[in-house]
């Protein structure tokens, strides 16, 4: 008995990564009480859609990729070398910023982003993912908003 609590708390130290990722529902509220719904023409479903394909929900994730120059930051994995950090910050935040499960700076650099001459288009996941699926629906298929 005593074995399985130490081994219960054990894994709970180990695997804390499982507590960042949040549920599509609770991705869909949070992006529409953000102001994404229908924000720039893109529905809701679009946005969850994207999310998903980007960090698979999770605000705080990372992604070094060297070959291309950036690191992806957050729910919509935005770029390091365009939208945060120093330089050429055209959302005017740093990028760890936008690793805030509130998701607060996270919407207002989107915002900025998909007003752009690409819109969504502007993440190739969404391109190949989402901006054609018939299926889009699903993503908000039983959340209450």
Same mark, same amino acid.
Request: hydrophobic share 35%; net charge positive; glycine share 10%.
């Given at each position: 008995?005593?074995?399985?609590?130490?081994?219960?708390? %054990? *894994?709970?130290?180990?695997?804390?990564?499982? +507590?960042? %990722?949040? *549920?599509?529902?609770?991705?869909?509220?949070?992006l529409?009480? @953000? /102001?994404? !719904?229908?924000?720039? /023409?893109?529905?809701?479903?679009?946005?969850?859609?994207?999310?998903?394909?980007?960090?698979?929900?999770?605000? !705080? +994730?990372?992604?070094?990729? +060297?070959?291309?120059?950036?690191? *992806?930051? /957050?729910?919509?994995? %935005?770029?390091?070398?365009?939208?945060c950090?120093? /330089?050429?910050?055209?959302?005017? !935040?740093?990028?760890?910023?936008?690793?805030?499960?509130?998701?607060?700076?996270?919407?207002?650099?989107?915002?900025i982003?998909?007003? @752009?001459?690409?819109?969504? *288009?502007?993440?190739? !996941?969404?391109?190949?993912?989402?901006?054609?699926?018939?299926?889009?629906?699903?993503?908000?298929?039983?959340?209450?908003?």
């Amino acid at each position: 008995m005593k074995a399985s609590v130490v081994l219960s708390l %054990i *894994g709970c130290l180990v695997f804390p990564s499982s +507590a960042r %990722i949040i *549920g599509r529902c609770t991705v869909a509220k949070k992006l529409h009480q @953000g /102001g994404l !719904t229908y924000y720039e /023409g893109y529905s809701l479903e679009n946005w969850v859609c994207l999310a998903y394909f980007e960090s698979k929900f999770n605000p !705080t +994730a990372v992604y070094d990729n +060297a070959p291309g120059g950036y690191t *992806g930051y /957050g729910l919509f994995q %935005i770029r390091s070398n365009d939208w945060c950090g120093h /330089g050429k910050s055209r959302c005017h !935040t740093e990028c760890s910023a936008l690793l805030n499960q509130n998701l607060q700076k996270t919407i207002e650099c989107v915002k900025i982003i998909v007003k @752009g001459k690409d819109g969504m *288009g502007s993440w190739p !996941t969404w391109s190949r993912f989402c901006q054609y699926s018939d299926t889009l629906a699903r993503w908000l298929d039983g959340c209450k908003l």
